[in-house]
T-cell receptor, first 109, second 114 residues
Framework: GQSLEQPSEVTAVEGAIVQINCTYQ??????LSWYQQHDGGAPTFLSY????GLEETGRFSSFLSRSDSYGYLLLQELQMKDSASYFCAVMDSSYKLIFGSGTRLLVRP | DVKVTQSSRYLVKRTGEKVFLECVQDMDHENMFWYRQDPGLGLRLIYF???????EKGDIPEGYSVSREKKERFSLILESASTNQTSMYLC?????????????FGNGTRLTVT
């Protein structure tokens, strides 16, 4: 079957660094994406990794290890506005984008 | 900016009713998708479409159908609504099939079936 596993909740302090992990098992693999969703809002695209390694976009970085079927989203210099749900997603061999169940990040002052 | 518009933010329907959820995108995107979002389950794909009049089943198509008569519009149809279809429904579009082409989501329709 196809599955993506990520922690359900993470709590961190403002200014800190937090890592949200994602492991996946899918039929076919065309890269790992991350989306952010604030309460009541639409999911928005954050990053995409097709190859192994770290991709950096401002305070956010995303990492992929295809041999380990594993990736993570790294958020640095946390701000209160980063409190949201974060979803990893993988495109399978049928070009369907499969999402994880989401990690709720709570940033505390 | 890409705009994906879902016709209703909140909808309340009765069991057995036929329900139409409408979605329009304004960026001439080829691909459109319908997901439902439930607590603890993430986003689950119901149907998607790569072109006008084309449709493909996602992971949970049972109880749903779709229509794409025009490129910009993708409708989700619940033929006979049931209480287990109470959920948040999210429409999305993307310009191509590659995952490097991100999905742009609408703000969602929260459907309650009583």
């Amino acid at each position: 079957g196809q599955s993506l596993e990520q922690p359900s909740e993470v709590t961190a302090v403002e200014g800190a660094i937090v890592q949200i992990n994602c492991t996946y098992q899918t039929s076919g693999f065309y890269g790992l994406s991350w989306y952010q969703q604030h309460d009541g809002g639409a999911p928005t695209f954050l990053s995409y990794n097709a190859l192994d390694g770290l991709e950096e976009t401002g305070r956010f970085s995303s990492f992929l290890s295809r041999s380990d079927s594993y990736g993570y989203l790294l958020l640095q210099e946390l701000q209160m506005k980063d409190s949201a749900s974060y979803f990893c997603a993988v495109m399978d061999s049928s070009y369907k984008l499969i999402f994880g169940s989401g990690t709720r990040l709570l940033v505390r002052p | 900016d890409v705009k994906v518009t879902q016709s209703s933010r909140y909808l309340v329907k009765r069991t057995g009713e036929k329900v139409f959820l409408e979605c329009v995108q304004d960026m001439d995107h080829e691909n459109m998708f319908w997901y439902r979002q439930d607590p603890g389950l993430g986003l689950r794909l119901i149907y998607f479409s790569y072109d006008v009049k084309m449709k493909e089943k996602g992971d949970i198509p049972e109880g749903y159908s779709v229509s794409r008569e025009k490129k910009e519009r993708f409708s989700l149809i619940l033929e006979s609504a049931s209480t287990n279809q109470t959920s948040m429904y999210l429409c999305a579009s993307s310009p191509s099939t590659g995952q490097s082409s991100p999905l742009h989501f609408g703000n969602g329709t929260r459907l309650t079936v009583t």
